[in-house]
């Protein structure tokens, strides 16, 4: 086993989670010629927080934000805009990619948004 498969092996070791992946893709026949694709499903993840949860006020609300990072393998292809349905503890909760993945030999980090939730 090279080194670079250790460190990829020990990473994913600390994967606790599963995540399913949309994407939009063309398709024809439909209105707007897109339609939401599963493009993944049950990939090992993991779901890391790295700040307390704050609101923000807004015009409409309360808005519930915090910063979250989404740790996988380096092979699952995920785009900016993305829906990530991740499933922790049990518990799914489905965020928007909020843009593009910083990919590494080992992982790949993706920062994430809550979809539609406000407080």
């Not at 063309?26 to 609101?55: D, F, L, Q, W």
Request: aromatic fraction near 8%; include cysteine; charge should be negative.
């Amino acid at each position: 086993m090279s080194f670079f498969n250790m460190i990829k092996s020990h990473v994913e070791s600390l994967y606790d989670s599963t995540c399913t992946i949309t994407q939009y893709q063309p398709t024809v026949g439909v209105v707007n010629n897109t339609s939401s694709v599963v493009t993944a499903e049950n990939i090992p993840c993991r779901v890391m927080y790295k700040s307390i949860p704050y609101t923000v006020e807004s015009s409409m609300g309360s808005v519930v934000t915090r910063i979250i990072k989404l740790y996988l393998s380096p092979e699952i292809e995920v785009k900016a805009g993305s829906t990530v349905r991740v499933t922790q503890n049990g518990i799914e909760t489905e965020y928007s990619c909020a843009g593009e993945p910083a990919v590494y030999i080992s992982h790949q980090e993706i920062e994430l948004k809550l979809k539609d939730r406000w407080a």
